[in-house]
C-alpha cells in the first residue's frame, strides 16, 4: 500500500502511458518553476510546540459558503479522467467522500454533465476564456444549470507554455502515423491501462467541448482546438464580462502579482487562487508560496486568497495555511491517485493528506484552522 504521495507518483508512473504521465507531471520548457513550486515550499520551517492540549485536531473550514473537511480542493486537471476509467467521476466521488471540493476542468475528459449526475452532486467547474464568447456563454449556462457551487476563472493561459515532455513523448509535436505509432507502442506497454482506459473508458474526448470539436474527432483534434481558441485578447473587461453573467461565488485562478490580484477583486472576484500553473506556463515565474504573503499584504482580507502549487503532504497544506491562505488546491496528487488506483487511490490520498495535516497541527500546537 502507497503511504505517500511520492509512493502514487511511482505507482502512477508504472502504470499509465508515458505521454500520459508526462502531460500530467511535467512543466514548461526547463521546468524551473515546476521545481520551485516544491523546493520553496520544502524550505519554510515549521514551528513545533510543547505540552498543549491536542488531543483533539478538528482541520474543518468554511469557503465561500462551503463547508470543508479540510482546505483542500482538487484542482482542475485537463484530461486527467484518462488516468483511470471514467476518471473525474471516480475523483469527484473521491471528494465528496472526503468531504472536501472538486473544480473540474474545461478540458476533462468527462463532461460537467456526467460528472454530476454519477456523483450526485455539481462540482465547481472551472472556465478557460476562449475566442469564441458564445462557447464561455454556453459553459457558463451550464455551470449555472447545474448548481455548481463556483466558477473558477483561469486568467494565466492566453497561450500554453512550452512543455518539452508533450513534444518528446509525442503527445504533441509529431503529427500523422509516427507520432501515432509512438503512442501506440506506450499503451501496449501499459496492457491494464489500456483495457480500463483505452477498450471500456471510452469515448475519449473533452467531454465539455464536444459540441464544438464533434463527438467522434480524436484526441488530437481536441488538443489543436484549444491551442488555436485560447483567447491572448482577453483583458480585465472579460473577466468582468463573465461576472455579469455568473450570478455564484467566481474565483480567479492564476495570480502572481500584487496589482493583479487588486484588479480580479475590482473586476468582481470574489476570491483569487495564488498560482503559476503548477510551473507549465512561464518558466522562471515566481513559485505560488513566495508570491502569496505580498499579495496577502495587497488585498488585506478583502476576499479569501487560495494558492496551489507543489503541494505533495500535509504538512505542505499547513505551511500556505500558516501563511494565511484559505485553502490549496492540489492537482497532480489526485491524478496520480487516481492512476495509480482509480477511486481508491484519490481517496487515499485525500486521507494522507488529511492525516498529515492533523499530525502537523498537533505537533506545532494547533488545534483548529480558525
Not at 511520492?6 to 508515458?18: E, F, G, I, Q, W
Not at 476509467?85 to 469527484?92: F, I
Amino acid at each position: 500500500m502507497p503511504a505517500s504521495i511520492a509512493d502514487y507518483r511511482a505507482l502512477s508512473r508504472r502504470r499509465v502511458p508515458r505521454f500520459l504521465f508526462d502531460y500530467t507531471d511535467g512543466g514548461s520548457y526547463a521546468e524551473s518553476t515546476l521545481a520551485a513550486n516544491e523546493a520553496d515550499l520544502a524550505a519554510i520551517t515549521l514551528d513545533q510546540r510543547v505540552m498543549v492540549d491536542v488531543s483533539h485536531v478538528d482541520t474543518a473550514t468554511r469557503l465561500l459558503g462551503q463547508n470543508l473537511a479540510m482546505p483542500v480542493i482538487l484542482a482542475p486537471v485537463g484530461l486527467g479522467g484518462l488516468h483511470a476509467r471514467r476518471g473525474e467521476v471516480q475523483a469527484m466521488r473521491a471528494a465528496m467522500q472526503a468531504g472536501v471540493a472538486m473544480a473540474l476542468s474545461t478540458v476533462s475528459v468527462c463532461s460537467l454533465a456526467e460528472v454530476a449526475a454519477a456523483a450526485g452532486a455539481a462540482p465547481w467547474f472551472q472556465l478557460y476564456l476562449v475566442r469564441d464568447r458564445g462557447a464561455n456563454t454556453a459553459m457558463i449556462e451550464a455551470a449555472r444549470m447545474h448548481n455548481c457551487p463556483a466558477l473558477v476563472l483561469t486568467v494565466d493561459l492566453p497561450t500554453p507554455g512550452a512543455r518539452h515532455r508533450d513534444v518528446r513523448s509525442s503527445l504533441t509535436g509529431a503529427p500523422g502515423f509516427s507520432g501515432w505509432l509512438h503512442r501506440a507502442a506506450q499503451v501496449a506497454a501499459r496492457p491494464r491501462w489500456a483495457v480500463d482506459v483505452g477498450l471500456l473508458g471510452g469515448p475519449i474526448a473533452m467531454g465539455n467541448l464536444t459540441s464544438l470539436v464533434g463527438a467522434r474527432a480524436p484526441l488530437s483534434d481536441y488538443l489543436g482546438w484549444i491551442a488555436r481558441n485560447f483567447d491572448a485578447s482577453a483583458d480585465w473587461s472579460r473577466l468582468a464580462w463573465v461576472r455579469s453573467r455568473w450570478p455564484g461565488p467566481l474565483i480567479v485562478k492564476g495570480i502572481l502579482h500584487p496589482d493583479d490580484a487588486a484588479q480580479a477583486v475590482a473586476h468582481g472576484a470574489d476570491a483569487i487562487v495564488v498560482s503559476n500553473h503548477g510551473g507549465r506556463q512561464l518558466d522562471g515565474a515566481m513559485s505560488a508560496v513566495k508570491a502569496l504573503p505580498a499579495i496577502l499584504d495587497r488585498l488585506g482580507g478583502a476576499v479569501p486568497v487560495l494558492a496551489d502549487g507543489g503541494v505533495r503532504s500535509g504538512l505542505d497544506v499547513l505551511r500556505f495555511v500558516g501563511l494565511g491562505a484559505a485553502a490549496v488546491l492540489v492537482g497532480r496528487p489526485w491524478v496520480w491517485g487516481l492512476g495509480a488506483r482509480g477511486q481508491a487511490g484519490v481517496a487515499h490520498v485525500l486521507q494522507i493528506l488529511k492525516t498529515e495535516l492533523e499530525t502537523a497541527m498537533a505537533l506545532t500546537g494547533q488545534t483548529s484552522l480558525g
